[in-house]
């Protein structure tokens, strides 16, 4: 498999006053086109290594790494300027809250059509035309109505479409979701993922999917990266995760209630202080 | 032995009685304990005229007391609106609520009312007050109730929720997430109601924390003999808690099923069938025939 994205000794540190955190401690992982999720609870690093891969860190925060390329290109040796060319463009990032990524005095379909004409020479009535299919494929009934609403007249779930529409539009080359349909129900969610395994089967886009959804990584994934304290503690193919042998994706995945396992009470995750300090797991493929 | 049991031999499961038994002891239906909750025909809309939206268009049903009774629904489903009307938190709905064989009334309810039935939120991070403490946002709703040995109560309902005396003076804050949620499990328990209304309890918290505050319903439950409706949108969830569950869409109950007949994905509805097959991962094939239903 060619890899898109080579990641190599990633470190996220937020210096404070008194104390340094180290909020990812030396990550590496490769990515093919290939949907790659990285599973974790709060505070183990994964949404992190999502926006270092843009370089999205910014300060108290700081980032560095032995290697960050996509496809070739150093992303480390950019510019800030040759980097904003990328970030949309050739990597786009789904976030958690559409509330805070839609800009709220532009009109939605606006701002998909913009996202569109930024990185394809296209006039405004086929930016128009392509952001309605968008808004169409992303299971929005009414499109036309859609198009011209502003983001306060719209849900939090059809928010999060709509965003998901404007990362799709310019079709990148990577795709990192961090947690894309939590916010979505059930059916929805189902949905745009069957979006995103088009687009990585069908183009070849190279998908990394953050969740703290076991059962849904496992069963859309190709291939998973457990990340616990800042490092990958166990890496293997997503229908595999159920075998997992690592302490802590074990008691994950004991903790998770099952509709045909009944049990009388649910299992409560021991952390051990020596995960912390185990070294992490190169996953590069 | 598991709350969903004795709910079992609740009233519907109690044999009926000889006719001369029944007429020897006249008012012997009373001395059967009344639902927890009975709601008929409830109707909630918000909006006037062209905007008039109906939310919940006339639902009913009972929960036995001491039972676990789930509500499961997607988003606009109608299931937190059919949860705000019992508590009060809507006071514009029609039909009929009865809580422990009481009817409810819409506006300005009796204090007592509060006393048998609280209500427990999704959000820990929204729903305490940022700048009380732990002590303050306890003992207000004591006071409040006119409550004797505040002190005492607020000790034992912390241990209750297993936090324990340390936590006390602790502003919110200073709490994660799950311990979050145990103090407002606390300041739902402290007024010692027979009811609790449990609203997406767990959905904001990581799973290992999931696992403790569902594990600590459940003991809460059977030392203190509670009854729980819960809105959930996780099958999964419900299917721990609850003996019965009723689906809700567009306003409405599409269908009504025991635990026994969720565990063996066994719905009789397509809607819920539909939700079951988006609740056990994804499938592409699945996936493309979803329909719409509203």
Known sequence: MSTLLSVEDLWVRFRGPNRVVEAVRGVSFTLGRERLGIVGESGSGKSMTGRAILRLIRPPGEMSARRLELDGTDLLALTERQMRAIRGHRISMIMQDPKFSLNPVVRVGEQIAEAYRAHARVDRREARVRALEMLHAVQIRDPERVYDAYPHEVSGGMGQRIMIAMMLVPEPDLLIADEPTSALDVTVQMQVLAIMDKLVREKGMGLIFISHDLNLVASFCDRVLIMYAGRIVETCEAKRLHEARHPYTRGLLASLPQIDKPVPRLAVLERDAAWRKQGGIDASV | ?294
């Open chain 2, 1 to 294: 032995m598991p709350a969903s049991e004795t709910t079992a031999l609740g009233s519907a499961g109690k044999a009926p009685k000889a006719p001369s038994e029944r007429r020897a002891e006249a008012p012997a239906r009373d001395a059967l304990p009344p639902p927890a909750i009975a709601v008929s025909d409830l109707r909630v809309a918000f909006g006037k005229g062209a905007e008039r939206f109906e939310a919940v268009r006339g639902v009913s049903f009972s929960v036995a007391s001491g039972q676990s009774y789930g509500l499961v629904g997607e988003s606009g489903s109608g299931k937190s609106t059919v949860l705000r009307a019992i508590a009060g938190l809507i006071d514009d709905w029609s039909g009929r609520i009865e809580v422990k064989g009481r009817p409810v009334e819409k506006k300005r309810r009796a204090r007592s009312f509060y006393r048998t039935l609280q209500m427990v939120f999704q959000d820990p991070y929204g729903s305490l007050h940022p700048r009380h403490t732990v002590d303050r946002m306890l003992s207000e709703p004591l006071a409040f109730h006119r409550f004797d040995h505040i002190e005492k109560r607020i000790e034992r309902v912390l241990e209750d929720v297993g936090l324990g005396p340390a936590f006390r003076f602790r502003y919110p804050h200073q709490l994660s997430g799950g311990q979050r949620q145990r103090i407002a499990i606390a300041r739902a328990l402290v007024l010692e109601p027979s009811i609790l209304l449990l609203d997406e309890p767990t959905s904001a918290l990581d799973v290992s924390v999931q696992a403790e505050i569902l594990n600590l319903l459940k003991d809460l439950q059977a030392e203190r003999r509670l009854t729980y409706l819960l809105v959930t949108h996780n099958l999964a969830v419900v299917a721990h808690m609850c003996s019965e569950i009723a689906v809700m869409n567009a306003g409405e109950i599409v269908e009504v099923m025991s635990v026994e007949q969720l565990r063996r994905m066994a719905p009789t509805h397509p809607y819920t069938r539909q939700l079951l097959d988006a609740s056990t991962g994804y499938d592409a094939e699945k996936v493309a025939r979803f329909e719409r239903f509203a």
